[in-house]
């Protein structure tokens, strides 16, 4: 099959490479976005594989289905970035990724929570500069502290039992509570209880309308005072303008970002000999609470070969049965 890779990165493409051993599918990559401005690159490709920044909406769609496309293969959990209900109108199959590496997001969210928690970014800036003084990078025990966590999935699992391993208490919130969580004895309760209660909050649930700004004045509000914010989800869960009141205010004791809700612009590019022109993220930037890196939690050699296999799969099965092996669809999220 002919598929057109794109947001490629030199690892999405060794990844993939190794992934099509056999050479049972031809790969076309393309540094570019996949947006309604290079949609026409997609011409003679049977299949995209697009990431998280790509932009699937009707138009983009419409313009796929008219090239001859049929399988839109994300390389990612999440599918926010997909109309898939112009998708079903096309009869455009949608594959995903459900699952690579939980342990990778879940050890990068508590390495931002020890991150933020005991100031390790600003020490190794102060070490660099002949600064050994302690002021200002007093932390505290995790241990007996609470930790609410929204979304226990298996990231949100493999998170809760990290925290757990260090003692805490944990709060948990979703849809559909988790046995595993449940064992390890996370009390789920309504999100307001779980902000209320909570030293630090971490955010593992999808972005959905209903999750899209979860995180907004209202539930900042209602947060511990002083309280750690952490995302490694969607940015759009987060509304980041309030989040910055609440910063600024000491209503939110401090924030770790791995993932922004305009990152689209930012992520994935060298910007260093650029001036930024988001003036929200540049505010973040200034602030010391604060910790934003560019979306690598899931960014490990594991959850990158198994991105790349199971991207083959749906491939692969696509081919064979006109049905990717995870398939995404209107009617399986309804």
Do not use: W
């Amino acid at each position: 099959m002919r598929v057109a890779v794109y947001s490629t990165r030199p690892y999405d493409r060794q990844a993939l490479e190794r992934a099509n051993g056999a050479q049972r599918h031809a790969f076309s990559f393309l540094e570019a976005r996949l947006d309604a401005s290079t949609v026409v690159t997609a011409t003679g490709a049977q299949a995209v594989c697009a990431f998280v920044n790509d932009r699937l909406d009707a138009t983009v769609l419409r313009g796929l289905h008219a090239l001859g496309v049929r399988l839109v293969v994300l390389r990612c959990a999440g599918f926010n970035q997909v109309d898939l209900a112009t998708a079903a109108e096309l009869g455009l199959m949608v594959g995903r990724v459900p699952e690579y590496s939980p342990h990778a997001v879940a050890e990068y969210t508590a390495a931002l929570v020890l991150a933020l928690n005991r100031k390790t970014h600003r020490a190794y800036a102060r070490v660099r500069e002949g600064n050994f003084e302690l002021d200002g990078l007093l932390g505290f025990d995790l241990h007996g502290r609470t930790v609410g966590v929204v979304g226990t999935g298996k990231i949100g699992e493999c998170f809760a039992r990290i925290m757990a391993g260090f003692g805490c208490r944990l709060l948990a919130h979703d849809l559909r509570p988790n046995p595993g969580c449940v064992a390890l004895g996370a009390n789920y309760v309504p999100l307001p209880e779980l902000l209320a209660g909570s030293d630090i909050v971490s955010l593992h649930c999808p972005l959905t309308p209903q999750t899209h700004h979860l995180i907004n004045d209202r539930a900042l509000a209602t947060m511990k005072r002083g309280a750690m914010l952490i995302n490694t989800s969607r940015g759009a869960v987060v509304d980041t303008r309030a989040a910055i009141e609440a910063l600024k205010s000491g209503a939110l004791g401090s924030l770790g970002l791995d993932v922004y809700e305009e990152e689209g612009d930012l992520f994935f590019r060298d910007l260093s000999e650029d001036v930024i022109q988001d003036d929200v993220f540049a505010r973040l930037l200034t602030l010391p609470n604060v910790i934003v890196t560019g979306h690598q939690a899931f960014f490990t050699e594991d959850a990158l070969a198994a991105i790349a296999q199971v991207t083959l799969a749906n491939l692969d099965a696509f081919e064979t049965t006109g049905t990717p092996a995870h398939r995404v669809s209107v009617e399986r999220i309804a």
